[in-house]
């Protein structure tokens, strides 16, 4: 059998497949298309179920302990970035919050400024912290002699 033969024969099972085909991956698109969206009902149904809201509170820095003797901790120069966390949950337990706590850093025995990656205390079960980490920077200075 030549290849002109294998070409030009069998038009009619070449449609067929072609068609087929065509009708195949229609199927599949509509399916991938309806599973994305009973999957967004579904997330959106369990969403107002549940009253989940998002809210933005400030972050509030922990601090142990005190700096080697002659030192101090500048408190009104502390920076922690960002300063507000986003949270998700049930709106039951956003509306009491204020505010969200870091893990303690401890200062002890410090002489110089301390900068570091510390991470959020989650204040409730369920509650999905969108900034899990902040960037503290601590200034600890000499005491100025008077």
Known sequence: MSM??????NW???FLALFLAVVTWLYIVVELDKGATEEME????????H???SKSVPINLKLEGVPSKGYEVQHDKIDIEPSVCVMLGPRSYLKRLLSVDTYPIDVTGHTKTIVKDISIISPFEGIDIKEKFVTVTIPIVKIAKE
């Open 4 to 9: 002109k033969n294998v070409i030009l024969n």
């Open 42 to 49: 579904a997330l959106q149904g369990a969403l107002s179920s």
């Open 51 to 53: 009253r989940m809201v």
């Open 12 to 14: 009619g099972l070449k």
